[in-house]
């Protein structure tokens, strides 16, 4: 007691703009604030390029996106296993590589024939694709789907057809309950992915026209008609590949979880460069003459073609989702 009063009594006798600063010198009160001696840490929210980038890059998918159309056996396959997945330098993916500074590394895992349950189950005794993705991926692509509904088969009863026969469009029920059976299988493909990269981009790719919009005449033993139900079939597939992957999105926009997964519609993409055009993004039927087999390349891009494909993944890396992200860097002042 004898403290405050002494201190209340040398508070009386000093000037009246100095009892501020004694009390808070002697009492601890009147104090000002202090000055914060930092500011906390600040979310900033990405950009689809930062999140793109941010981490690895990992490439996944069936022939279209392991560069079969360009896959020449005489040459060095690209990455481990590659020369039974007939993946080659060529394909989009490692042109989509080069052309991005990744804060990981690339990986590029698409393998020829590849179908949904190869994706989550592995073929020629490697790894499942799926596999290759991980907590530091920032960006997977993606094609599938073109197995699981048929097509290789499906093109070849198509040509080997006699020329009046129907064989060709007789298909059509048989491809449109695979079709229709893909579905659920794609969401355990994407669901797997997401799971291993929650915060990544997926960008899943469509399958380009085969022909032209309206075919005029008989390519490869494959008259108007034929061309016109493979067209049309090339679209069922696009739009249940794209249904899925935007049930995808508007759940993740939904639960503004991390992360996204992007349809690119490539079905016009090659439009004006199809098969049997002047310059055609996608080889015709090529034939082995010593074996008289027909080689894998056949209707798969050429090199333009997936330069083409590359232009896609590009433009889809700058534009995003159209929404804005929810990843978030913790940024310390």
């Known amino acids: 007691m004898a403290v405050v009063a002494g201190a209340a009594l040398a508070l009386s006798v000093v000037p009246l703009g100095l009892h501020t600063m004694l009390g808070c010198a002697v009492l601890d009160v009147g104090c000002a604030p202090a000055e914060p001696r930092g500011r906390l840490p600040e979310l900033t929210r990405l950009t689809p390029v ?7 890059y990992v490439a996944l998918g069936d022939s279209y996106s392991s560069g079969e159309g360009v ?3 005489a040459g060095a396959p690209a990455g481990d296993g590659a020369a039974r997945c007939h993946r080659s330098d060529g394909s989009y993916a490692p042109q989509v590589a080069g052309a991005h500074a990744f804060g990981g590394e690339a990986g590029f895992w698409a393998c020829s024939g590849a179908t949904t349950g190869q994706l989550l189950r592995g073929q020629h005794g490697h790894a499942p694709q799926v596999s290759r993705v991980s907590a530091g991926t920032s960006l ?3 094609s599938i789907g073109g197995n699981d509904a048929g097509f290789a088969p499906v093109l070849t009863e198509c040509i080997a057809k006699l020329p009046w026969s129907s064989a060709c469009v ?5 491809v449109r309950q695979r079709i229709d ?3 659920p299988r794609l969401r355990q493909v994407l669901a797997g992915i997401r799971a291993r990269a929650p915060e990544a981009r997926v960008i899943v790719l469509g399958y380009p026209r085969p022909f032209p919009a309206a075919p005029s005449k008989t390519v490869t033993n494959l008259s108007a008609a034929d061309q016109r139900w493979l067209n049309g079939v090339t679209r069922l597939l696009n739009d249940a590949v794209g249904a899925v992957a935007r049930e995808f999105e508007q759940l993740i926009t939904a639960f503004g979880a991390p992360g996204s997964v992007e349809y690119v519609d490539a079905y016009d993409a090659f439009d004006g460069h199809e098969v049997g055009q002047p310059r055609p993004y996608l080889n015709g039927l090529v034939v082995d003459l010593g074996e008289l087999t ?3 390349r056949s209707f798969h891009p050429t090199a333009d073609g997936y330069r083409r494909f590359a232009e896609l993944v590009n433009e889809r890396i700058a534009a995003g989702p159209g929404r804005p992200m929810n990843n978030f860097r913790l940024a310390t002042p």
């Open 71 to 73: 896959y020449d056996g």
């Open 140 to 142: 997977v692509t993606l």
């Open 50 to 56: 930062e999140v793109a980038l941010s981490g690895g």
């Open 294 to 296: 027909v080689n894998a």
């Open 181 to 183: 059976e893909l579905r």
């Open 170 to 174: 007789d298909q059509d029920a048989r």
